[in-house]
Each structure stands twice: as C-alpha cells, then as structure tokens.
C-alpha cells in the first residue's frame, strides 16, 4: 500500500505513518455509541419507540466504526514511535477497554434486536459500554499528551523522545538504549 510506504530514512515511514491512521477512526465510534446511549436515554424518557430505534441503528454504527478503530489501535500499538514506559504500559488498558466496549455494545445491540424489545437491563448494559469506552477514551488521550506516543519525536521533550522504543527503533545519540542519557544527570531526582 501506498499509504504506509517506507520513506527511506522517513522515520514516518513515508506519506502516511500506519501509527495515524488510529486517530483518524477512533471519533465516529466514540460519537455513534455514547451519542446512541444519550438519545436511549432521551427516547426512554419521552416514551418514543423510534427514537430508541435510531438509537439501536447508531449503537450498530458505532460498533462497527469501532472495529476499525480497534484494527487500526493494532496497528498504532505495534508501529507507534517513542513514547513514555508508562504510556506503554496504559496501552495494555487503553486496548482493554475499548475492546469490553466494543464487545459489550455489540451484545447492546443484538439485545436490542430481540422480539421482546429493550428493557431497564439492556439500557444499563449500554450505560456501563459506555462508561468503559469514555474511560478507555480518556486513556487514549492521556497516552498521546501525556505519554508522546505517536507524537514526531523530533518536537518531544528528551526525557520522552527516548524513554521507550520498540524493536527496531534506536537511540538518540548521546542516550543509551532506555532513551537515558549516556552519563547519568547529577541533578536528576532532586
């Protein structure tokens, strides 16, 4: 694919870097679900069956919008430049989440889907999707701002730009391989 091409010393990996391709999806399932769970909620109040309908068809593209964003969550974990240790470690719960969410508005929609239409449980069962995907979301959002992952490390901090690599991927020069400086700073820690 043309996208992901390698750009020779490109660390981008060319025009399109795969690591982008996840911010791109992550907004429409996150729009789609917890929008789908507000106008349930709307619906339900108001007594309007055709609401609460649209609200299952938006939980449906939520879900599958949010397959993509899982696909390409893949991709960005396993191709992301530096980014902090602890960024890596929140990835693992970032991932997590978004995959109960993910799992758990399919089995939304498919109760939703049923003769005998949608009930008090099934309404908590998509608040509680919801609330893992808002906290799998803000995760997201920490791991970039916080963490510098999938940020050009050229315009990061050191202390971030080498503080974890993936295979592959090298040192700054004067760092060694944990993206520390070679000779260690007598005033770091104070």
Sequence with gaps: ??????????????????????PA????????????????????????????????????????????????????????????????GQMYWHLGLNAVAIVLFAAVFFLRR?????????RIAGLLAAAVLAAGAYLGGRLVYRGGAGVDPAILAPEVRGSHEHPGTT?????????EPATPDPHKGH
């Design 25 to 88: 999806t992550v907004h429409f399932p996150i729009a789609f679900l917890l929008g789908a769970v507000a106008l349930d909620l709307y619906a339900w109040g108001r007594g309007r069956t055709d609401l609460a309908h649209a609200a299952t068809w938006l939980i449906a593209a939520g879900t599958i919008s949010g397959l993509l964003a899982v696909a390409t969550g893949l991709l960005a974990f396993f191709t992301v430049p530096a980014h902090t240790s602890a960024a890596h």
């Design 1 to 22: 694919m043309l996208l992901f091409a390698n750009g020779g010393d490109d660390p981008a990996g060319g025009m399109f870097p795969p690591w982008e391709a996840h």
């Design 171 to 179: 040192s700054e020069p004067g760092e060694n391989k944990k993206g």
């Design 114 to 122: 049923r003769p005998a239409g949608v009930g008090t449980g099934v």
